[in-house]
């Protein structure tokens, strides 16, 4: 694996090596911990918000050794208009490694071509496989595992969100159902790059929830989409992960939600708070899961 750029390009094997990782570095977490990342630095290009996943890539990369170098993308000359592929090519002179957080999927595979170095993708409009690795690290501590499993996401299953689960689901061979309006669902272009897999798309929110293991919710408005709010609060609504939804799970099915919530929104006070373990565990594996990645990217 030279880089993390979507859940897309992992096979089953890296998946499950990454998880086996990252719960090995949870359990050996501590002073005495290897420092597998000794001597290094990684810069972070920030251009969206980030509360877990800026905070657990410095802790992450401190407790491996490594320096983390962060980088308002506004107070670099990125902001100023300098194209991404020189950027690229002085970072990749100076740093062991690039964590970037932007809208275009594209700025990171570019990145990725022109650096020399690892890069992770820590959320594009594309794919967030940083949040899926913590997401399926928590499944399988709370579930033993996702084979068998349904999972299904509720909300505006275009994001990249819903896309990186899609990607999660065909790689590993679990049940997908992302319920979803219409014009909020994966578009065409999306499904057939997907083609045969496990995913299932529906209006119907019932469906969804019946049998479903894990119950998993996002913003109803991603980073850059707040033009498009008021549109997507209206016809979001039905998709709300509430005490219904819950009672039509499995029993013992756990609500998953990536992190910010917007309560009253894509997911009820009652539901979060009575779910609350699970869903901050979740982003507490978020800093696990990257390690597992920033070791394997550092062994590449
Ligand atoms: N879930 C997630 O990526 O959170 P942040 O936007 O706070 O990093
Ligand atoms: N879909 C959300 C994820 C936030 C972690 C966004 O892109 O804003």
Redesign the pocket.
């Known amino acids: 694996m030279k880089h993390l750029l979507g859940i897309e390009d992992l096979s089953k094997e890296q998946i499950e090596t990454l998880i086996d990782s990252a719960m090995e570095l949870k359990a050996g977490r501590g002073p005495d911990a290897e420092k597998h990342l000794c001597g290094q630095t990684w810069a972070m290009i920030f251009t969206k ?6 905070v657990s890539f410095e802790v992450g990369l401190n407790e491996l050794g490594a320096s983390p170098m962060f980088l308002n993308a506004n107070d670099i000359q990125i902001g100023r208009g300098e194209p991404i592929k020189d950027t690229a090519r002085v970072l990749g002179r100076m740093v062991h490694g690039i964590i970037i957080r932007t809208y275009d999927q594209e700025d990171v595979e570019q990145l990725a071509e022109y650096s020399g170095i690892p890069v992770i993708n820590a ?1 594009t409009d594309e794919e ?1 496989p940083c ?1 899926i690795l913590a997401d399926l690290l928590t499944i399988k501590e709370k579930l033993g595992g996702w084979e068998g499993k349904k999972v299904s996401f509720f909300g505006d299953g275009d994001c990249n969100m819903g896309r990186s689960w899609a990607w999660a689901s065909k790689r590993l061979g679990f049940e997908l159902c992302i319920a979803a309006p219409e014009e909020f669902q994966p578009d065409a272009e999306f499904r057939k790059r997907l083609g045969d897999s496990p995913v299932s798309i529906t209006a119907d929110v019932n469906a969804a929830a019946d049998g479903a293991d894990v119950l998993y919710t996002d913003t109803w408005v991603s980073m850059g989409k707040e033009n498009e709010a008021a549109d997507r609060l209206r016809v979001l609504a039905p998709f709300q992960i509430n005490d219904d939804v819950v009672a039509a799970a499995n029993p013992g099915a756990i609500v998953q939600h ?3 919530a917007y309560r009253g929104k894509e997911i009820t006070e009652e539901v979060l708070e009575a779910h609350s373990d699970a869903i901050f565990q979740e982003a507490e594996n978020r800093l696990h899961a990257q390690k597992a990645v920033l070791v394997a990217l550092a062994g590449s």
Do not use: A, E, F, M
Not at 49 to 54: A, I, L, V, Y
């Open positions: 918000s980030s509360t877990r996943t800026r959320l967030h949040q990536c992190l910010p």
